[in-house]
């Protein structure tokens, strides 16, 4: 296989994109909760029918500092609510319907949920954001065009307003029939400009310009994940037609394949669309549901598995939006709570697996003292004709993964990294065996790795857009924890240069 060439403006334009503030902000929260919680909770369903009666909703025991501890537990740095599903159920005494938690027997008709989880996540110093359907199937108007848009902005400024700072505003494509079979045409643009006003620090994901849905809802990832895409993936009617239209429990767990390459060479040469930075983000539950139920407490994924997904989408250029929905009490549920500690404790030890401070780093240019981290970033001179890092240490150590980090803010870079290991046994191929590769890196790229014995590893540079700006190199011994080992290593094929 050869490699897609561009045009010398193409792949300067594609070197040139880089993140704002905002998505760079977003992208550093790394792994961060969705709470689906509401009137579904308390009718066992997924996706309510509307209208349902407020008195419904009387949960006996919630407890968000709960949620948040057990959210920062597991290593998450936000928390995004579903202030209203399509069921159009508010969580918050919004002005503009009756059909809210006011109307409930729930702290006496004067809870505010929105303002609880609000103040829990700033007490605790996680992000807040917030997902507001914009279909709503109480709401009559729905379907009528600018007057339900009125309606959605009233309550989108109501969330916006009244609940401090926002890191995300979470918006999908849900759009079914309302009264007589219509169905709304989304005033998307109308919906933005209000975020930008009033939150210009909140990234608007998903139907949005700034954040873009991997595509499934089961936790699945791309072999490589690009920030830097065309243009036309940020339509928002677009993104609605690949999104749930039904109440489908199978639609949780699909996967397509028609979209596994958006940002290689290949795909940049098959569009002359304008480039930009959109970023990708995993969601998906902890359940096989998103809102809690009693009958699915057995099928809780567990920690093992939801490392998995996060050394995948954390570790593979994307963000993770994992799903914890509380129980009908209004606390996470006992199989949750163990899924999540247990992913944290994984998560908490990645760090502690690192072997690259304890190594002897030789770099082909340019060297820093020690392996790039911590604010110390690797470029390579200009005209380094084959950018690589050396680690090497006195005694043999067992090597299961890599950890590579671009200095995002300057771009996206790298199109092509090898792994090579010198094995203590002193078995080797050439300058060493190739044991990963890799097509692109991007904020951080986890390359698993079947456990090698070796005395050095050098990670070699190939194909690059633009400057080559090294953030983290990090090298793993195996887990000592139950759930941490892999079960799928990255491997020595690769593309030829």
């Known amino acids: 296989m050869t490699r897609t060439e561009l045009s010398p403006s193409r792949l300067a334009q594609a070197s040139a994109v880089v993140p704002s503030p905002r998505q760079l902000a977003w992208q550093r929260r790394e792994l961060y909760a969705f709470v689906h919680f509401g009137m579904n909770t308390m009718t066992d369903r997924e996706w309510g029918a509307g209208h349902e009666d407020p008195a419904l909703f009387d949960p006996a025991d919630v407890d968000v500092d709960q949620w948040v501890r057990v959210f920062a537990s597991a290593g998450m740095r936000a928390v995004i609510l579903t202030a209203k599903h399509h069921d159009g159920f508010c969580l918050w005494p919004s002005r503009r319907t009756g059909h809210t938690v006011a109307a409930s027997p729930w702290r006496g008709g004067r809870g505010d949920l929105v303002r609880e989880v609000a103040d829990a996540c700033a007490r605790?110093?996680?992000?807040?954001?917030?997902?507001?359907?914009?279909?709503?199937?109480?709401?009559?108007?729905?379907?009528?065009?600018?007057?339900?848009?009125?309606?959605?902005?009233?309550?989108?400024?109501?969330?916006l307003t009244g609940y401090g700072p926002v890191f995300s505003v979470w918006l999908d494509g849900a759009n079914g029939e309302g009264p007589d079979g219509r169905t709304q045409l989304y005033d998307w643009d109308r919906y933005y400009?209000?975020?930008?006003?009033?939150q210009p620090g909140a990234a608007i994901s998903v139907c949005g310009p700034d954040v873009r849905w991997c595509g499934n809802e089961a936790g699945h990832t791309r072999a490589d994940e690009w920030s830097v895409v065309p243009a036309s993936l940020r339509d928002a009617e677009r993104v609605a037609s690949r999104s749930q239209r039904g109440d489908d429990p199978s639609f949780a767990r699909l996967v397509r394949s028609d979209e596994d390459d958006l940002g290689s060479r290949a795909a940049l040469a098959a569009t002359d669309d304008e480039l930009v930075w959109y970023p990708a983000e995993v969601n998906t539950?902890?359940?096989?549901?998103?809102?809690?139920?009693?009958?699915?407490?057995?099928?809780?994924?567990?920690?093992?598995?939801?490392?998995?997904?996060?050394?995948?989408?954390v570790g593979g250029n994307s963000t993770f939006l994992l799903n914890v929905p509380p129980d009908r009490s209004g606390r996470l549920a006992a199989p949750d709570v163990a899924a999540l500690r247990g992913l944290g404790a994984l998560v908490?030890?990645?760090?502690?697996?690192?072997?690259?401070?304890?190594?002897?780093?030789?770099?082909?240019s340019a060297p820093l003292d020690g392996p790039p981290r911590d604010g110390a970033v690797w470029a390579p001179a200009h005209g380094d004709p084959a950018p690589a890092v050396r680690l090497s240490w006195p005694e043999p150590r067992t090597v299961d993964g890599v950890v590579l980090a671009e200095d995002v803010a300057h771009g996206q870079q790298v199109e092509d990294v090898v792994v090579r290991v010198e094995r203590a046994d002193g078995r080797a191929e050439g300058?060493?065996?190739?044991?990963?590769?890799a097509g692109s890196?991007?904020?951080?790229?986890?390359?698993d790795l079947a456990p090698v014995e070796v005395t050095a590893l050098t990670v070699e540079i190939g194909a690059h857009r633009g400057p080559v700006r090294l953030a983290e190199l990090a090298v793993l011994r195996p887990s000592a924890l139950p759930g941490g080992e892999h079960r799928e290593a990255a491997g020595p094929a690769r593309m030829p240069r």
Do not use: N
């Not at 996680?126 to 959605?152: E, N, Q």
């Not at 400009?193 to 009033?198: A, F, G, K, N, S």
């Not at 300058?431 to 590769?437: D, L, Q, S, T």
């Open 124 to 159: 605790a110093g996680l992000g807040f954001g917030v997902y507001l359907s914009p279909w709503d199937r109480t709401k009559p108007t729905y379907g009528t065009g600018a007057a339900y848009d009125d309606f959605f902005v009233a309550q989108l400024t109501e969330l």
């Open 193 to 198: 400009e209000v975020v930008r006003r009033l």
């Open 285 to 313: 539950s902890i359940r096989p549901g998103w809102f809690h139920h009693p009958a699915q407490d057995d099928e809780v994924r567990t920690p093992a598995e939801l490392f998995r997904i996060y050394r995948r989408s």
């Open 348 to 364: 908490a030890e990645l760090a502690d697996r690192d072997m690259a401070p304890a190594a002897r780093v030789a770099y082909s």
């Open 431 to 437: 300058p060493g065996e190739i044991v990963a590769w």
């Open 441 to 447: 890196v991007g904020y951080r790229r986890i390359l």
